[in-house]
T-cell receptor, first 111, second 115 residues
Framework: LAKTTQPISMDSYEGQEVNITCSHNNIATNDYITWYQQFPSQGPRFIIQGYKTKVTNEVASLFIPADRKSSTLSLPRVSLSDTAVYYCLVGDTRGYQKVTFGTGTKLQVIP | DAGVIQSPRHEVTEMGQEVTLRCKPISGHNSLFWYRQTMMRGLELLIYFNNNVPIDDSGMPEDRFSAKMPNASFSTLKIQPSEPRDSAVYFC?????????????FGEGSWLTVV
C-alpha cells in the first residue's frame, strides 16, 4: 500500500482557497487517490476520488500531475464549517488490502 | 438510504466489565471495518471482514478484543475485560467492494469511556 505524506496542519481565513497537497511517491499503476473529511465527533466521509488529471465535484477539486506522485485537494472559498481533518488515501479498487488512515491534515479556518 | 448504524452511541463502563459494540453495515456492502480513534494514536484499523469472513485482524490490540460478523447485516466488537486505556471512539465502516481504493462509509461512532 502506497504511503502518503501530508502536512499536519494548515490555517486559512474564511473565503480563501485552500490547497492541501499529499505525496505518494510509491503509488502503483492501479491505485486511486481518495480524500476524506472528518469533522469533530464524526466519522470520516468521502470527499473526492481521482486517478489522473483533474476531478471536480460540488465540494472540491482534485489535481493529479502526470507522474501521480502527489495530489492536491483544493477547497474553494472555505468557510468556518470546513474546519476538519482531511485524509489522503491511495489504494487499488481490487483485492484485499488494509484501509489505513494516516494523521491527516488538520485545517483550521479562521474568521 | 440508511448509513452504517452503530450502537451504543455512548457508553461509560467500569474497568473489568465486558463491552459489546454493534454495527449494521450498509445493505449490499461486502466489506466491513472496525476502527478505533484516539488523540494519541489517530485512526487505527482494528479488523476488517469481507463477505463475513475476517481478512486481517492484525490491528486488534490484544486478546481482550474480539470481533464477529455472523451475517452480512451485523457485526460486533467485544472487549473483555475492559480497561481505561480502551477509552476511545470506535468506528464501524463498510464498503461495497474490497480494495482500499473503494469508498468507505463510516458510522457515527461509539464513544467508549472506561473508568
Amino acid at each position: 500500500l502506497a504511503k502518503t505524506t501530508q502536512p499536519i496542519s494548515m490555517d486559512s481565513y474564511e473565503g480563501q482557497e485552500v490547497n492541501i497537497t499529499c505525496s505518494h511517491n510509491n503509488i502503483a499503476t492501479n491505485d486511486y487517490i481518495t480524500w476524506y473529511q472528518q469533522f469533530p465527533s464524526q466519522g470520516p466521509r468521502f470527499i473526492i476520488q481521482g486517478y489522473k488529471t483533474k476531478v471536480t465535484n460540488e465540494v472540491a477539486s482534485l489535481f493529479i500531475p502526470a507522474d501521480r506522485k502527489s495530489s492536491t485537494l483544493s477547497l474553494p472559498r472555505v468557510s468556518l464549517s470546513d474546519t476538519a481533518v482531511y485524509y489522503c488515501l491511495v489504494g487499488d479498487t481490487r483485492g484485499y488490502q488494509k484501509v489505513t488512515f494516516g494523521t491527516g491534515t488538520k485545517l483550521q479556518v479562521i474568521p | 438510504d440508511a448509513g452504517v448504524i452503530q450502537s451504543p452511541r455512548h457508553e461509560v463502563t467500569e474497568m473489568g466489565q465486558e463491552v459489546t459494540l454493534r454495527c449494521k453495515p450498509i445493505s449490499g456492502h461486502n466489506s466491513l471495518f472496525w476502527y478505533r480513534q484516539t488523540m494519541m494514536r489517530g485512526l487505527e484499523l482494528l479488523i476488517y471482514f469481507n463477505n463475513n469472513v475476517p481478512i486481517d485482524d492484525s490491528g486488534m490490540p490484544e486478546d481482550r478484543f474480539s470481533a464477529k460478523m455472523p451475517n452480512a447485516s451485523f457485526s460486533t466488537l467485544k472487549i473483555q475485560p475492559s480497561e481505561p486505556r480502551d477509552s476511545a471512539v470506535y468506528f464501524c465502516a463498510s464498503s461495497p467492494r474490497t480494495g482500499s481504493g473503494n469508498t468507505i462509509y463510516f458510522g457515527e461512532g461509539s464513544w467508549l469511556t472506561v473508568v
